[in-house]
């Protein structure tokens, strides 16, 4: 099969295809006919999405073993359409007939007990077996430049395909536009880099190093967004989901009305319904029926999008996410003191609850698109306390008139740990900041490993980095919303393998809540602190390197493991044994047998830094 046909095909037919489908297969008798979608998407399209399915749901298969499940499910769909019209199998939901290829093949034994269920139990057990983690397929290797030139010289035509089936395995939560979308990117870079391998001007290493990049950061930040929403939706559930989509839209398009903000907040939620649950065809139609919406309402929507509506299909999606909010209405008042001080607010909100809150998350985010949104679902939240509460009262305008303290006291103080720990990183620079933070974090969170400590607060190092230096309005939405991503990160991680009770209880509890419940955490006081073991603090002459981030990736290992040694640690111990460090290594790199040097004052400085902690 030609594949980078195929892809380009795709991309090319793709809104048509969007237009044919049903508004909704739950709207239709047939719902996900395989023969009605095999119909509207051809042979070459249907057989690629299929690819991309298989790999995501068996990540384990084989290149050859995908492909081979992509061709049965794409010829049974073909008799569906021809001579087995009338067949009782064409009619199963789509889903239902990709899970029956799975469960048909042999040497699947991770899959048996999922293949033993029934639907729709059977769908959940395969999605719940998705793993996104690194290291559960190994990472791809980058290949020496010559040799991929020689191999998209060789195998032009099925490299795409390859591409896909490598990339879909590793991100089974990935958007299989965004895949395609890739493909013709990592395409256009071989065909690129590898123009002339005979011109001795053309730098092929150079040429890689600056373009890989453009590849990899859409599959690696619309899989983590991705799996980050999937994440929400099924530990929280819709209305969650639908608040933070109702916020979010309401400050990228204040001009919108409350009609159309929450028509989009519908079908952005059915949409991630269906994504999440792996329904990857209907999935697409969603996705892209709703850009239909949005661009042909676009004068109503937003004046910022025109442009985005514009460019190719698979383009505008990322255009209008990146576009920046729309303009206030330049009537709209600053405040929204008619859900305080009406009189008939109780009423309503006993009428229709949901409804009243949605108009006020409405009204209140699309006036303070300098606040995150996680920020605006906890004003949110407070708003509906306040009212279960006053509404019990005689006299309810007396009980809500303190809402507004409240609130002020809330916006400072998360105005000023975002402050604060800005300050901090401009004073300190990444290492160091990045060295309180696993400070934190590890009395937090002793049980994670030192290379996930080392990890997330990596990830909110570069936060820092990316959002510190941004104004003040645009701080906390930056800060928040990116940290809101590892955050999520880390309660995916425990949901896998717990962590401790104190975590579980954050990330479980309330997700506009779980950034303020994590900062809180204090040293977890259930953990058993290592043991002092020979191998628990090595010293050897590779300290000596010159290549400072791998020394200082040595000392982090080392400092998280003297925080798990000594968990209550004070700021003055760990100076003191810092400084003895130091100087060891100091005078160890100076010696000429440098690991002897190592070998004898290791030991003692362990022992002098033992009684230090004892004292």
Known sequence: MNWRTVIYIILLVSFTIVRALPRSYRDTEEKNSISQRFSQLQENNFKAIAMIMFAQYVQGNTFGQVVKMAEAVTDFAKRCTDVDRDNPNCQQPLDRIFLNTICQEDNLPRFTDCCAKKDPERNDCFLSLKNSSRGFISPFERPNAEAACKNYSEHRHSLPGYFIYEVSRRHPFLYAPTILSVAIQYDEMMKDCCRSTEDSTHNLDECFRRQAPKVVKPIREDGLRQEHTCGILKKFGERTIKALKLVQISQKFPKADF???????????????????????????????????????????SSKIKKCCEKPLLQRSECIINTENDDKPANLSPQVREFIEDKGICERFAQEKDTHLARFLYEYSRRHPEFS?????????????????????????????????????????????????????????????????LLSFTKKMPQLTSAELIKFTKQMTTIGSKCCQLSQDKLLPCAEENLDLVLGEICRRHLANPINPAVCHCCSSSYALRRPCMGKLEIDENYVPLSLTPDLFTFHEDLCTTEEEKLQHKKQEMLINLIKYKPQITQEQLTSITVAFTAMREQCCKEENREACFVKEGPELIKRSEKLLSA
């Not at 892209?288 to 929507?301: A, F, K, P």
């Not at 609130?407 to 160091?432: A, N, P, Q």
């Open 259 to 301: 009609f159309t903000v929450t028509k989009l907040v519908s079908d952005i939620a059915n949409m991630h319904k269906d994504c999440c649950r792996g329904d990857m065809l209907e999935c697409m139609r969603d996705r892209e029926e709703i850009l239909h919406y949005v661009c042909t309402n676009h004068d109503v929507i």
């Open 373 to 437: 949104a996680q920020m605006l679902l906890r004003i949110g939240k407070g708003y509906e306390d306040l009212l279960n509460e006053c509404c019990k009262t005689g006299s309810p305008e007396n009980c809500c008139s303190r809402g507004e303290e409240e609130l002020k006291k809330h916006i400072y103080e998360t105005e000023s740990v975002m402050k604060t720990s800005c300050d901090i990183y401009k004073e300190k620079g990444d290492y160091y900041f990045q060295n309180e933070l």
